[in-house]
């Protein structure tokens, strides 16, 4: 692990300290615009689970600080470092435990010493993209929440709501416009992409060994309240720690007949005939 000289000389004590005291690992495993934000959200309302969420992406606030800092500079090294209880981690949870008093919800603030397991979240392509895609294969003591969609049409209607309204999840009944016109053969080479992502991530879990995958189908999870019981109960078994009883805090932004939600539905419909999609919008 490489530190920035400034950390050297002004904090050597905590450096050295920092992946000392053992504790849990697990990533969430998905693709975006799988329910992922819905799954962590529910994970951290267990007093046991910190998930800090994504960390690769270039947007992330916790990369930015890694890389003005010059710490970690390989990104494995940078994974381990979300993984353990270091500067940055200890950075994260200071500011979540500042938003959740200002919001008032004192009761999820949390203490690294009482933390049974801290995770990540990550996108399967951002792991190819960065060059970490064997990362989870070389580190066994890492669990892994395989979170997968395999419905494609609902996978790429999600990312092109998300493109055409901006909203990344909902806590209400808002959905942003009502309707969206969408170029037929544009959505054929999304439906092909969201394909070819999913396998990807599937490919991904199946080189990793089973006892240590836990798989959260999509369709299943949203599908109740019995079933998100079910899974969450599951899924804190797998993990180890305390049961608890989270709570749905967002809301899908798919919420409508495909038919109420695409203008030229006719016109896409049409263009999918003959292709491997034909019959997708007639669900």
Known sequence: MQIHAS??????????????????????LTLGRSGS?????????????????????DWNV????????????????YLDAML???????????????????????????????????????FSLNMHEFGVADYLHA???????????????????????????GVVAVRDNTTGKQQVEIDPEELISILEDVKSENQGLQAMLDELPSERV???????FFSDEESRIATMRRLFDFLGVQQHQPVVRMKKILQRPKSEMISNIEACRATLLGTEFEGLLDE
């Open 37 to 57: 934000n819905t799954l962590t959200d529910m994970l951290n309302q267990n007093p046991d689970i910190l998930n800090v969420g994504e960390v690769l992406g």
């Open 139 to 165: 580190r066994p003591d890492i669990k892994v929440i395989g979170l997968l969609r395999d419905n494609v049409l609902d996978r790429a209607m999600s990312y092109i709501m998300l493109r055409e309204t």
């Open 214 to 220: 836990e798989i959260v189908q999509y369709a299943e």
């Open 62 to 77: 916790l990369r930015k600080v890694q890389r003005r800092l010059r710490l970690y500079p390989q990104n494995a090294d």
């Open 84 to 122: 353990r209880k270091s500067v940055l981690i200890r950075v994260a949870n200071t500011y979540r435990n500042h938003q959740r008093r200002k919001s008032g919800a004192k009761h999820e603030i949390k203490r690294l010493s009482d933390i049974k397991t801290l995770g990540i979240k990550e």
């Open 7 to 28: 950390f050297r000389t002004k904090r050597p004590v905590r450096q050295k300290l920092e992946f000392e005291t053992p504790m849990d690992r697990h990533v969430v």
